[in-house]
């Protein structure tokens, strides 16, 4: 298979990747690496993907928040610098919740 069609097989699977399941710019590269492609390719794949709106790392760290507002403010900060979102994309999302929704992070464990 010639590099066009392998770079085409290889875009059409990562953008239906991120149709299925929104991930972070770190976890999208992770999911490159282990496809084994090139960190050239790679780096063109997250460029394309963002300005598509489909690889968005403030988006998802706002939708992460609104979603495990019972966890806390300091264990979604964690979680989300875990998945490689930025502080700066963090405290966005959090600032997108009333601090009365969010709990104070109790030992609470709701997946």
């Known amino acids: 298979m ?3 069609h392998k770079n085409d097989d290889v875009r059409s699977w990562f953008l239906r990747l991120l149709m299925r399941r ?3 710019s770190q976890e999208a590269r992770k999911r490159l690496r282990e496809r084994e492609v090139d960190d050239g390719t790679a ?3 997250i460029v394309e993907a963002q300005e598509m709106g489909f690889l968005d790392d403030a988006a998802y760290a706002r939708l992460f928040a609104e979603s495990h507002t019972s966890w806390g403010d300091k264990r979604i900060d964690y979680e989300l610098g875990h998945r490689g979102v930025s502080d700066e994309d963090i405290q966005e ?3 997108e919740i009333p601090d009365e929704d969010l709990d104070d992070g109790g030992d609470e464990d709701d997946d």
């Open 43 to 45: 780096e063109t794949l």
């Open 2 to 4: 010639n590099t066009h």
């Open 22 to 24: 929104s991930c972070t």
């Open 93 to 95: 999302g959090l600032e």
